[in-house]
């Protein structure tokens, strides 16, 4: 880890400042800081010796320098993330360094360690009502130092007490589980993948003592250790050592790098898309797959996508009309759709579901020259009858982030404003729901056990299920007062009970006929604990806008809000942006034509939502929901026309960062 010869630096040659604080530091020319111990003084600690140097460094001078990576996703599927790779450093690690002068009267050597910690997505490390105790979330934070956690404090070479600074070097790397804690392990493989590093900024500290602090334990073996527990709990030590005991320990300090590291996600939708064997495993359901759509050895380790497969619902079944039509495209219009809606008798009607494929990478390609995936809902034909869902997903796990879609995804009206069927959704949803990925405890009644399990389902502390959601489709807002409660069945409105759909739509909402809704909700497994929750419909501000959020019962299992848009704009156009903010207090809904552009259509934080804190996957998706989701649709997807031709859709870019 250190390079065998201690080299003489002179003091004049580093003109990077450093600090004790994570505020910038000091002007260029200044004298740089130190910092002092009773034996030691540590001074221009760089923590990314050997990565480059970004273009775009925050304010382009020594104060602050930032630096940015790319998530390797070669082999990352059963890995996990590895920041840095042996693709981006020939030696797969950070070279950090710092400066050393022996104060005291004979040659010493001395212990380091150096920890990083994720500060884009993090709870404060302190107690906000007692900074001296830590925050009861901060353990949650992402935080490491070695990869092999039993590796404590590392010795420096002797260094002589001659009134001179000393350089020493060492290696890190971030790694997935970086406590090594049994909960992601599979017998005795670390499944590093179940707590992959966080995107967003890293800081970096360092820490230097004294060996008889190490061996004498006054630097605790929790903290010596990062996987070790105290009073079962872990402590993080960005608040150990900068606001706890470690703060004021002898002959010990912690310096604080004003340089950061941003890590960006950033999977190629050209890179293929990998197909479950446990959905289509027999020969007839290959026919066609490709080199960068199927079941092959080498897109199960580096294909970023994988065809999202729906769950079908059977209660959802619905008696369609027996019609075959491109709505958007041959002028089918709203007396079309009343016209067929009354012409057809009841015998007459076609039974179905929406449905899923038969044969994978049908209706979903990569296009490496484009780096682009292309979907579509394939058109019926008579005698088979369907309305197919269409979807990719991604393959690799990540807790937070802000989410962005670059897309052009089907138009879902006409110019008559007539609806073709499709929701347009781009959404998060849990990794697994096993015991791994379960959610933070839910303190107060528990969630509800099961995203199906309907009124009546049990409270259970712990739950895997999360998603967050852009639902966007036409319909109408959640709170009208035209709209009575629904029935409760399996966390739905009751579709059975006709007397909620058959009602008369105000003229408002007839006048809004060219604007689709943009839904958020955040699946929050109807836990009681936040502080405001509540059903019905309530108002949440942010930043001067008010958001109607709305939830069916306190039993239901979430929350939504919607805001209208014209579809035009968002799916008429060369492409748009979808943005899901998801912080570890607060979620927020974004929308544009262009990332310089985006507007705020939804925003929910932990007062009112139990906000996950799990491993999600993203899905962009064009489905045939059942109207009876959404209650007072002014369309009954039983009444639209099944697509005569295919309804394609296009991604171009997800960027997690």
Known sequence: MMKNS???????????????????????????????ATDFIIRDFIPLDNWHRDSNDRENNSKFISKSIFLDYTNAFEQGFIIPTVNQLQEGQFEFSFLIKNTSKTPKKFCFKIFYQNESYKFPETDPADTTKQNMYAWENFYGSWEDTGKTFVETPEIPADNDFHAVTGRFRITGNPRNELRYYSGAQNDRWKRNPRVGWYSF????????????????????????????????????????????????????????????????????IYVKPMFFHEEKDKKYFCKTCGQSEELYKNAPFEQFIHYIDPTTKMNNIPVIADVLNEGYSLMDYNWNKQFYRKEELVAVTASTTKYPCQTVASVPEEHKITIKNPGCEYGNWQKQN?????????????????????????????????????????????????????????????????????????????????????TVPYCPSYILPPAYNHGLPDPHNLSYWNVPLPEEVVADGGNIEVSCTNWDMACWEP?????????????????????????????????PEPDDELFGSKYYYFQIDWRPEEIIWRIGPSLDRLRVVGYLNSTVSSIPNNQMLLIVTQEFHNTKWWVGSMYDQANIPFPKNDIPGEIYEVTVE
Request: aromatic share 12%; net charge positive.
């Open 531 to 563: 502080q405001n929750f509540a059903d019905g419909c309530n108002t949440i501000q942010y930043n001067g806008q008010t958001f109607w959020a709305h939830r069916w019962d306190k039993g239901y299992r979430a929350l939504t809000e919607k805001t």
């Open 6 to 36: 201690v080299r003489k630096i002179l003091m004049a040659a580093f003109s990077v400042c450093f600090v004790l604080s994570f505020a910038p530091g000091c002007k260029s020319g200044d004298k740089p800081k130190e910092a002092v």
């Open 205 to 272: 500290m360092l820490v230097v003592t004294t060996p008889a602090n190490i061996t004498g334990k006054v630097i605790p073996d929790y903290m010596q250790d990062i996987s070790r527990v105290w009073n079962n709990t872990f402590v993080n030590p960005y608040f150990y050592f900068l606001h706890g005991e470690g703060k004021s320990l002898q002959n010990t300090v912690a310096m604080r790098s004003p340089s950061e590291l941003k890590v960006i996600a950033k999977p190629d939708p050209g890179a293929g």
């Open 390 to 474: 269409v979807g990719i997903i991604t393959r690799h796990g990540l807790t937070y982030g802000k989410w962005t879609v670059k897309a052009k995804l089907t138009e879902l009206l006409n110019k008559d404003n007539m609806w073709n069927g499709l929701t347009n959704a781009i959404w998060l949803i849990t990794q697994e729901q096993s015991e791994w990925n379960y959610r933070r405890d839910c303190n107060k009644e528990g969630y509800m056990a099961n995203y199906y399990g309907g009124a009546q389902d049990k409270r259970v502390p712990k739950v895997g299920y999360s998603e967050i959601d852009f639902e966007i489709l036409k």
